[in-house]
C-alpha cells in the first residue's frame, strides 16, 4: 500500500503543501493501483473531495477513524475500508462510538496506532499491538456481535484490503 499519508490540520505544516504531497501520492497509488492507508485529522472536508478528484481501484483504509456515520460513508463508497481504533474505547467519544455502531461491518477493520492512540485506561502508557484485542471486545459490544463473528470479518477484510490471499 502507499502510505500511511494524509492531511492533518493539527500539526503546523501548512494545508497546501500537505494537499500537493498528498495529491503526489494519490498519483503513486493510481499508476502503481495500489491501496492507500489515510491520516485524518480536522480534515474530512478537504480530504473527501481530494479523493473524489483521485478515483482509486483499490481504495484503501481511511485509519483511525474519528467523526460521524456519514463521514465514513462518504469513504466507504470512494473504496475505503474503516480503521477502528482505541477511540473507541472512550466513553466520552460517543460520536465515534455510536458511528462505528451503524456503519457496515464489511467495511471495518482494527488497529492500534501503537504507539500512539492509547486505550482508554492506559492514557501515558506507549500502545502495543497486543492492546487490539481490546478494540475488537469494543467494537462486539457495539455492534451488539459475538467476538468470533466480527473477528471473522475483520479477518476478511483485511485480507480484501490489502489483496492477500489465503
Ligand atoms: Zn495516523
Redesign the pocket.
Known amino acids: 500500500a502507499i502510505g500511511?499519508c494524509?492531511l492533518d490540520f493539527v500539526t503546523d505544516t501548512p494545508s497546501d503543501r500537505q494537499e500537493s504531497y498528498l495529491s503526489m501520492q494519490l498519483e503513486l497509488a493510481q499508476q502503481y493501483d495500489l491501496p492507500v492507508i489515510l491520516?485524518c485529522r480536522k480534515a474530512h472536508h478537504r480530504l473527501i473531495p481530494m479523493l473524489k478528484r483521485y478515483p482509486l481501484l483499490k481504495g484503501g483504509v481511511l485509519?483511525?477513524f474519528s467523526g460521524s456515520a456519514q463521514q465514513a460513508m462518504s469513504y466507504i463508497e470512494l473504496g475505503f475500508y474503516i480503521g477502528v481504533g482505541g477511540t473507541i474505547t472512550y466513553p466520552r467519544a460517543n460520536k465515534t462510538r455510536v458511528a462505528v455502531s451503524q456503519l457496515p461491518l464489511e467495511f471495518l477493520v482494527i488497529e492500534t496506532?501503537a504507539p500512539?492512540m492509547p486505550m482508554h485506561g492506559f492514557q501515558g502508557q506507549p500502545n502495543h499491538p497486543k492492546m487490539l484485542p481490546k478494540v475488537l471486545s469494543e467494537l462486539a459490544l457495539l455492534k451488539k456481535e459475538s467476538e468470533q463473528t466480527i473477528a471473522r470479518s475483520l479477518w476478511e477484510n483485511s485480507h480484501k484490503l490489502l489483496s492477500i490471499c489465503e
Open positions: 500511511e494524509g491520516h485509519h483511525g496506532d500512539d
